[in-house]
Nanobody, 114 residues
């Protein structure tokens, strides 16, 4: 069973930065893809960023140029660096990975507010 554990969420002012980390119980390079989703009340969970096992990255249009996804396979960790944060980025952020099965972390709250 692959397990994902997120950390790094919290409260930040508009324009500030946070970095989320996802510890993966397997080498992320053995996954077809890893990434981050987010969800707010009343909305569908949406893709924020992901990276495939050949290094291709995808981003939600509204976060392009502000967020960066990366992996450190030696440390079994996936990162989401978030800069220039906006109130509309407030959400629960979930780590996701898949091989032949989809795996989810428990989620971590990010709140952007002055």
């Amino acid at each position: 069973q692959v397990q994902l554990v997120e950390s790094g969420g919290g409260l930040v002012q508009p324009g500030g930065s946070l970095t989320l980390s996802c510890s993966v119980s397997e080498n992320p390079g053995d996954m077809y893809a890893t990434g981050w989703y987010r969800q707010t009340p009343g909305k569908q969970r949406e893709l924020v960023a992901n990276i495939t096992n050949i290094g291709y990255k995808n981003y939600l249009d509204s976060v392009k140029g502000r967020f960066t996804i990366s992996t450190d396979n030696a440390k079994n960790t996936v990162y989401l660096q978030m800069n220039s944060l906006k109130p509309e980025d407030t959400a629960v952020y979930y780590c996701r990975a898949h091989d032949n099965t989809i795996y989810w972390g428990q989620g971590t709250q990010v709140t952007v507010s002055s």
